[in-house]
C-alpha cells in the first residue's frame, strides 16, 4: 500500500510561480507518477506525467513549457514546478502512482492518489 501527501500549494498572483510536492509512504521508484487537478464543477484533468526513472515526460497542452515534472526516487518524492500561473490554473492538484508504470494519461490506470493541495491564482 503507498500513501500520497501532496504539499506546496497556496495563493499566487497571475505570472507568478508555486512547486508542489508529493511524497509517498513506501517506494515509488518503479511507478510511473503523474499530476492532475480539478476545478470547482470540473472534471479532474491531467496535468503531467513522468516515467518511473525520469527519462520520459509528458505535458497536457495547456501547460506545456509552463510547468514542469521531475522526481526524486532516493526521497520517494515528485515534484510540479509552476511558472507563468494563470488564473485558469486554479484547481485542486493531485498526484498519482500507476503501478504498472504506464505514463499514462488515463485517470483509470492510476491506483494510488493523494487528497489533493489547492492553487489559487489571482488576476
Known amino acids: 500500500q503507498v500513501r500520497l501527501v501532496e504539499s506546496g500549494g497556496g495563493a499566487v498572483q497571475a505570472g507568478g510561480s508555486l512547486r508542489l510536492s508529493c511524497a509517498a509512504s513506501g517506494r515509488i521508484s518503479e511507478y510511473a507518477l503523474s499530476w492532475w487537478r480539478q476545478a470547482p464543477g470540473k472534471e479532474r484533468e491531467f496535468v503531467a506525467a513522468i516515467s518511473w526513472n525520469g527519462g520520459s515526460t509528458y505535458y497536457a497542452d495547456s501547460v506545456k513549457g509552463r510547468f514542469t515534472i521531475s522526481r526524486a526516487n532516493y526521497k520517494n518524492t515528485v515534484y510540479l514546478q509552476m511558472s507563468s500561473l494563470k488564473p485558469e490554473d486554479t484547481a485542486v492538484y493531485y498526484c498519482?502512482?500507476?503501478?504498472?508504470?504506464?505514463?499514462?494519461?488515463?485517470?483509470?490506470?492510476?491506483?494510488?492518489w493523494g487528497q489533493g493541495t489547492q492553487v489559487t491564482v489571482s488576476s
Open positions: 498519482g502512482a500507476d503501478t504498472a508504470s504506464r505514463l499514462s494519461t488515463s485517470r483509470a490506470q492510476y491506483d494510488y
